[in-house]
């Protein structure tokens, strides 16, 4: 079975400082790695999406870092912001594009002024 | 346009009610999604259309129906729900539909959702 395991289940960090999000995967048949950001009562927006072919990923504040013979990436939030606060959940598509996105659990962030 | 719109934002309805849904997208996306999502849990897939044809249905119960009239829209038909039902009803589209790979593919774009309660 295809898991996405994501952790921590929540985080608290003040603001200015680093935010970071780590995801782990089981199976190698992924094809892609994208991370949403949901606000309460909202949708979840694609944040930052990287290849297994790239090892890092820059989109300004957010990084995503990974690992793949680890099978491991994670999401950096760099001078984190009270408006970073939000669920943050890591994902992965199969190599074959089935359509499903397997999700991890999500944490939920919390960036204290 | 690079929005998913729901309709309506809030539902409530009772176990012997009919109702829809509505998710609409011009962004030219060829493939559709509908996602269940509890709170503080990931979305989960229900259906997938993918060039207007129905995908995946991902063992979904038959109270919940899906339609997909024309490339823009999706609807999805609520009948004798249950009130473990409500839930956080997204609707999302993608540029690449399965089973078609390539760049874009995974990128799905989300709409704002239904929070729909069951009585």
């Known amino acids: 079975q295809q898991q996405v395991k994501q952790s921590p289940q929540s985080l608290i960090v003040q603001k200015g400082g680093i935010s970071i999000i780590n995801c782990a995967y089981e199976?190698?048949?992924?094809?892609?790695f994208p991370w949403y950001q949901q606000f309460p009562g909202k949708g979840p927006a694609l944040l930052i999406a990287i290849r297994p072919d790239v090892s890092e990923k820059k989109e300004g504040r957010f990084t995503i870092s990974f690992n793949k013979s680890a099978k491991q990436f994670s999401l950096h939030i760099m001078d984190s912001q009270p408006g970073d606060s939000a669920t943050y959940f890591c994902?992965?598509?199969?190599?074959?594009?089935?359509?499903?996105?397997?999700f991890g659990q999500g944490t939920t962030l919390q960036v204290k002024p | 346009d690079t929005e998913v719109t729901q309709t309506p934002k809030h539902l409530v309805m009772g176990m012997t009610n009919k109702k829809s849904l509505k998710c609409e997208q011009h962004m030219g996306h060829r493939a559709m999604y509908w996602y269940k999502q509890k709170a503080k849990k990931p979305p989960e897939l229900m259906f997938v259309?993918?060039?207007?044809?129905?995908?995946i249905n991902e063992s979904v119960p038959s109270r919940f129906s899906p339609e997909c009239p024309n490339s823009s829209l999706l609807n999805l038909h609520l009948h004798a729900l249950q009130p473990e039902d409500s839930a956080l009803y997204l609707c999302a589209s993608s540029q690449v539909p399965p089973p078609l790979t390539g760049a874009g593919v995974g990128e799905q774009f989300f709409g704002p959702g239904t929070r729909l309660t069951v009585l």
């Open positions: 199976n190698t048949a992924f094809d892609y």
């Open positions: 994902a992965a598509i199969p190599s074959s594009n089935t359509g499903k996105l397997i």
């Open positions: 259309y993918s060039y207007e044809k129905l995908s």
